[in-house]
T-cell receptor, first 112, second 115 residues
Framework: DQQVKQNSPSLSVQEGRISILNCDYT??????FLWYKKYPAEGPTFLIS?????DKNEDGRFTVFLNKSAKHLSLHIVPSQPGDSAVYFC???????????FGSGTQVVVTP | DTGVSQDPRHKITKRGQNVTFRCDPI?????LYWYRQTLGQGPEFLTY????????KSRLLSDRFSAERPKGSFSTLEIQRTEQGDSAMYLC?????????????FGPGTRLTVL
């Protein structure tokens, strides 16, 4: 049962522009969300998170927005840099032990 | 560098063989998770440990899979009688603390190819 969905498998953006990655979830009980970044041949690296009591969390070039009524979150990267080229996963803990359910990922390519 | 290491990084085996993977988290990681990632998908939960106790196993973990975490330190994941469908990236992650919001730190993964 896929409760976290990323419907855009890929995104191409020019260096310096904004990257917007989207994620939808179906379980209204989810109250914490994370974004991970993954380079080839490496494990996922934590990027940023947001609690359901907030609608925005910012960390440098990365901002995550949460729309609880729409069950939608997005990750904004601005300005995009070539080193941001990676696969980005959104995820949510599904139990009190932190078992994560991941979306299928969005491959971001930042072109010069 | 998350401090979580996995060995081997790559494993090629023939169908029917047994394989074992190892994960070494940092000493502070009281919780350890195993995930599996196939091409084009996000990681899927397999099992997790609180110290040495295995708390849950996913239905993805058939009887051919077994995981251990003796003494609450390193962990091993064994697959018996491998099948081609077992080909995937096997990831482990560790975390300290006791909240579901604690960040999970992933190792580099073991890529398994079953011929």
């Amino acid at each position: 049962d896929q409760q976290v969905k990323q419907n855009s498998p890929s995104l191409s953006v020019q260096e310096g522009r904004i990257s917007i990655l989207n994620c939808d979830y179906t379980n209204s009980m989810f109250d914490y969300f994370l974004w991970y970044k993954k380079y080839p041949a490496e494990g996922p690296t934590f990027l940023i998170s947001i609690s359901s009591i907030k609608d925005k969390n910012e960390d440098g070039r990365f901002t995550v927005f949460l729309n609880k009524s729409a069950k939608h979150l997005s990750l904004h990267i601005v300005p995009s840099q070539p080193g941001d080229s990676a696969v980005y996963f959104c995820a949510a803990p599904t139990d009190s032990w932190g078992k994560l359910q991941f979306g299928s990922g969005t491959q971001v390519v930042v072109t010069p | 560098d998350t401090g979580v290491s996995q060995d081997p990084r790559h494993k090629i085996t023939k169908r029917g063989q047994n394989v074992t993977f190892r994960c070494d988290p940092i000493s502070e990681h009281n919780r350890l998770y195993w995930y599996r990632q196939t091409l084009g998908q996000g990681p899927e939960f397999l099992t997790y440990f609180q110290n040495e106790a295995q708390l849950e196993k996913s239905r993805l973990l058939s009887d051919r899979f077994s995981a251990e975490r003796p003494k609450g330190s390193f962990s091993t994941l064994e697959i018996q009688r491998t099948e081609q469908g077992d080909s995937a990236m096997y990831l482990c992650a560790g975390t300290s603390g006791s909240s579901f919001t604690d960040t999970q730190y992933f190792g580099p993964g073991t890529r398994l190819t079953v011929l």
